[in-house]
């Protein structure tokens, strides 16, 4: 993992320092309301509906065990004991008090986090594949990538106030588990025929109001002109962006309103003039690479006796093993993904005895390394097989076994109307009512691939848009109804999903569902996803018997 | 009958208008007939208090089992907590007025602040 | 009249501001001026042929680009922040620095706030007209903040890609 050295700890701290000073200031009532409220929210703290929510980055949903310590313990300390992991691959804690968030700032900085850049019109966390590093797919590692772009893009001071928020997204594999193709930008890291290594660039995607699925503007970027072409595009945004309606300022509108096409050759005039001096020099790159080489694999033969044998007396372990192991690029090793979606829980929350639970088996058995991924689950990347059964037992007994990952109550939601001060409608409810409906497990692993995604507002930070079944919540005449839409995609065959038909209320949305699955049961050939029998049959199936009680 | 909320600036907590002071109960909230214009007055006062409270506003309330509770579903879960955790936030502590809220039926509107609404 | 606050050799101080603001209406005044772009383009050569000295106020809206020619010529370029957190100028300051070489001062004008003050140096901005009130010694104390830069700018600064070189 990348390690901070003195020049990145003395940001932080001059940072934290920074902030004591404007809370203090608003709280001696130097500061408005007004004049404070974009200063915290510089620093990820926002208002919500119970009190203040401080959003902590992860950045490229990377953690090493002291860091999840360290948020199990503010979430001890200075929230109710637990921490929300969100679509954005962060953590959000929902009961902080204004007072004590220059301390918080304090803890997080002793483990190299921090909260910058987690909210307002300014580049986001880098979301990069969970799975960097870990799985053979990938032609490099797109963390070397992710931490050049997190350095470039903290404290730029060109694009500190774009038009709107601006989130990247990268992966170097063709199996894409970062929603690339809906992110302001994709990025795609690819190996040209000579080798040599590249981006495919993918601009203005996006979910919300508008969605868009993003188009390729270059085919083939020599990586290491990365930051120059990235800052033309930023300023092409910068510069040309809506401003004057926050609905029409992400940099997919732009892209939209200018055509791909002109759109592109503006980015490449620009980047022919700013030539290559905000280019990384390769030293920092290798310096950089360096931090992410892994050399402690052990030799190991691909089939582990020890882990057959305990499947085989096991079959909750077998279970497990079915869905929430991936394979890793080195024989004996395994990806074990850890389900934040037990039956009945909120999606994405993980109490501090679970994080603390993660952060003792990563140690023990997982090199000490967490991923966190976009779909609020987490990840143990590097797992001897001959260690899958222990690290199950410490999840089993930390209640975070579930063996669901991919599966129908693999859910992704938003915080919705239970915390959230834009939404219209709850989403945690939804995602517990469904996740109910396939409590036996038999039947989730018979339904296969489903993935189910809930925003509570149009705002899609439940990521709808690319749900096979995405379902947002409205406002239908002062009550919670819920539109559902079949189809989406945020993977590599990205699409949006299309509209099943009039919104739904409240208590019938759990039962739709139940019924969209029984029709692909009942629809299904050999082999194929829900997504897959959505797209050979097209919605009428599936409208007809939602709405058959309607008619 | 309209109530008077904020946050708290300190903590964020939910607090509701009471003869002067912030309370944090819906159940000890200051209530105003519709058309009284103390509660105008009321949010005029609240407003001037930038560094006890930010975001003050007027709800609009609707009766349920013989109680008081806000008209719609935002201001009830600000009243009550996260639907997902009832342990959590106000309603944890129990009592008629909270079991009132929960039972609340009604236009349950997501959007409750007086000046939001469209009335018909 | 708002104060004017220079920043020279990383030193901020108040300074008397020998330029007067002219809107686009109004007299054209006697000394030093600033005008807008659109003003600029009427009556520039006849301003510079007086002997003034001129400055040209870009809104953020508009694009140095339209200055090309003429900047060797002028005193002053001030580049607006309009309110909302516009942070067009950023781009328009970097790139009278970088790609037009330009050495007169940049000033930032209109929604000019502290904490984007160290942004706007690092741009190239090089005087302010805060909005906010702050003093200069507040303005050095927010452009001095943070010890180290992670990326090349209009400044001078060393990021930390090279600092770490050694
Ligand atoms: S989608 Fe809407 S309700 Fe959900 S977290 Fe985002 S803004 Fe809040």
């Known amino acids: 993992m990348y390690q901070y050295d003195t020049v990145d700890r003395q940001m932080l701290a001059d940072r934290t320092a920074e902030f004591r000073g404007q809370v203090a200031r608003r709280l001696s009532g130097e500061l408005t309301e007004d004049q404070f409220k974009r200063l915290r929210l510089m620093n990820g703290l926002y208002l919500q509906l119970h009190a203040y929510m401080l959003r902590v980055a992860v950045p490229y949903g990377s953690l090493n065990p002291t860091q999840m310590r360290k948020l199990a313990w503010i979430g001890r300390t200075y929230d109710k004991g637990y921490g929300h992991f969100t679509t954005r691959t962060n953590l959000q804690f929902h009961w902080i008090r204004l007072k004590d968030a220059p301390d918080i700032l304090d803890h997080l900085a002793t483990v190299d986090m921090h909260a910058i850049q987690t909210s307002g019109n300014c580049i986001r966390n880098v979301t990069a594949d969970p799975y960097a590093g870990a799985t053979a797919e990938e032609v490099d590692d797109p963390r070397v990538w992710a931490e050049a772009l997190r350095q470039w893009s903290t404290f730029h001071p060109e694009f500190s106030l774009l038009p709107r928020k601006f989130k990247f997204a990268i992966t170097a594999a063709p199996k894409d588990r970062t929603a690339a193709r809906v992110h302001d930008i994709g990025l795609v890291l690819r190996r040209a025929r000579d080798g040599a290594l590249g981006f495919e660039v993918i601009v203005g995607g996006g979910m919300g109001r508008t969605p868009y699925i993003g188009p390729t503007i270059r085919e083939f970027l020599p990586a290491n002109r990365l930051m120059s072409y990235m800052e033309a595009i930023l300023r092409v945004y910068n510069r040309h962006g809506r401003r004057d309606n926050n609905y029409k300022a992400r940099i997919k509108i732009l892209v939209a309103a200018l055509g791909t096409e002109e759109f592109t050759r503006q980015v490449e005039a620009e980047w022919a003039k700013i030539g290559d001096s905000v280019d990384l020099p390769d030293t920092e790159l290798a310096r950089i690479r360096g931090a992410f080489t892994r050399t402690g694999f052990e030799t190991l033969p691909a089939r582990s006796e020890v882990f057959e044998a305990a499947k085989a007396s096991n079959p909750a372990l077998a279970r497990f093993a079915r869905n929430n192991l991936k394979p890793h690029k080195k024989p004996g090793y395994a990806i074990v993904e850890i389900s934040l979606k037990g039956i009945g829980e909120t999606p994405g929350d993980a109490t501090s005895e679970q994080m603390e639970a993660v952060a003792d088996l990563a140690e023990r058995y997982g090199q000490d390394d967490i991923r966190v991924t976009h779909e609020q689950n987490l990840v143990l990347p590097h797992v001897k097989l001959d260690d899958v059964a222990a690290v199950w037992a410490g999840l089993h007994a930390a209640g975070i076994a579930t063996p669901n990952i991919n599966l129908v109550s693999d859910i992704i939601a938003c915080p919705g109307l239970d915390y959230c001060a834009l939404a219209n409608a709850r989403a945690i409810p939804i995602a517990q009512h469904i996740a109910e409906k396939f409590r036996d497990p038999d039947r989730a692993e018979k339904v296969g691939e489903l993935k189910i995604k809930i925003s509570g507002c149009i705002n899609a930070c439940g990521h709808h848009h690319v749900g096979h079944i995405g379902i947002l919540g409205v406002d239908k005449k002062g009550e919670e109804f819920y539109q559902l839409t079949l189809g989406g995609s945020g993977a590599e065959d990205a699409a949006l999903g299309s509209s099943l038909g009039p919104a739904l209320p409240y208590e019938k949305v759990a039962d739709a569902v139940d019924t969209l699955v029984d029709v692909y049961l009942r629809e299904r050939q050999d082999g194929e996803r829900f997504l897959d029998t959505f797209r050979r049959t097209g919605v009428t199936p599936f409208k007809e018997a939602v709405y058959a009680d309607a008619h | ?120 | ?166």
């Open chain 2, 1 to 120: 009958m309209k109530a008077l909320t904020a946050n708290r600036l300190t903590d964020g907590d939910v607090v509701f208008w009471k003869d002067g002071q912030w309370v944090e109960r819906f159940a000890d909230a200051q209530l105003w007939a519709d058309d009284d214009p103390a509660a105008v007055e009321a949010e005029g006062h609240g407003k001037a208090q930038g560094t006890t409270v930010i975001d003050v506003y007027l709800i609009d309330l609707i009766e349920s089992e013989g109680f008081w509770a806000p008209l719609s579903y935002r201001e009830r879960i600000r009243a009550l907590g996260p639907t997902n955790h009832p342990h959590h936030g106000k309603q944890a502590e129990g009592g008629a007025v909270v079991e009132a809220l929960q039972h609340a039926h009604g236009a349950a509107r997501s959007t409750g602040r007086v000046n939001l609404i469209k009335r018909k």
């Open chain 3, 1 to 166: 009249m708002p104060t004017l606050i220079e920043l020279k050799d990383t030193l901020a101080r108040t300074v008397d501001d020998p330029f007067t603001h002219v809107a686009d209406g109004d007299d054209l005044a006697t000394g030093d001026v600033i005008v807008s772009l659109t003003r600029f383009q009427a009556d520039g050569e006849r301003l510079l042929s007086e002997g003034r000295r001129v400055g040209v106020r870009v809104a953020a809206g508009e694009e140095v680009e339209a200055l090309a020619y003429d900047l060797p010529r002028l005193s002053v370029v001030a580049l607006d922040f309009p309110k909302n957190l516009d942070g067009r100028a950023f781009s328009n300051a970097r790139l009278l620095r970088e790609r037009y070489g330009y050495r007169g001062e940049v000033r930032a004008v209109g929604d000019v706030l502290r904490e984007y003050a160290a942004f706007m140096v690092r741009c190239g901005f090089d005087a302010f007209e805060p909005a906010d009130g702050a003093s200069a010694n507040e303005w050095q104390a927010a452009t001095g903040r943070y010890r180290h830069v992670y990326q090349r700018s209009a400044d001078d600064r060393s990021p930390a890609f090279v600092e770490r070189q050694g």
